[in-house]
């Protein structure tokens, strides 16, 4: 069941982050529940963090929010997936992704920006199957551990 994210989630949704840190994000800081408490604390009526519950365990956890905060940009959001790594494979990250663009859609952007790890494939093939084109590639523009990561552009215009 996917509901919106509550504080009793937080603990859960920074566990899952953290698995993820240096392999999916070019983050390297662990977060904690109150990071997250802290993120619900400031979004705006077009940001939402959403999660994928089975048997009422936390599984997957979303995020809907701004690209950025100029005016020109207030139609144009991104979305991130984080999925507990015991339930991959499962089409659990497909649900949530495809939830969260049908959130984007009724919150009135227009075109959605992912930014992926390019040697991630099995992400960017999964953004493909959902709308999403490559538009480019920034090559060397993260280090994690001493080692340049190239980062690839996609978007989906929201119909």
């Known amino acids: 069941m996917i509901t919106i994210s509550s504080r009793n989630d937080c603990d859960d949704i920074a566990r899952i982050y953290n698995h993820y840190l240096g392999k999916s994000t070019m983050d390297m800081e662990p977060k904690t529940g109150a990071y997250y408490s802290d993120i619900m604390d400031h979004q705006d009526d077009m940001e939402e963090l ?24 207030r139609l144009t959001g991104e979305t991130s997936v984080y999925v507990h790594p015991d339930h991959l494979n499962k089409g659990n990250g497909t649900e949530l992704k495809k939830y969260l663009m049908l959130r984007c859609k009724a919150l009135g952007y227009h075109h959605l920006l992912a930014r992926i790890n390019s040697d991630n494939l099995i992400s960017i ?3 493909k199957k959902l709308g999403y084109t ?24 929201l119909g």
């Open 50 to 73: 959403w999660s994928l519950k089975q048997d009422e365990e936390l599984i997957a956890w979303g995020i809907i929010k701004k690209y950025s905060d100029r005016f020109g940009y």
């Open 125 to 127: 093939h999964y953004n």
């Open 134 to 157: 490559v538009v480019g590639e920034q090559k060397e523009v993260g280090n994690i551990n001493g080692t340049w990561k190239d980062i690839t552009i996609m978007q989906c215009i």
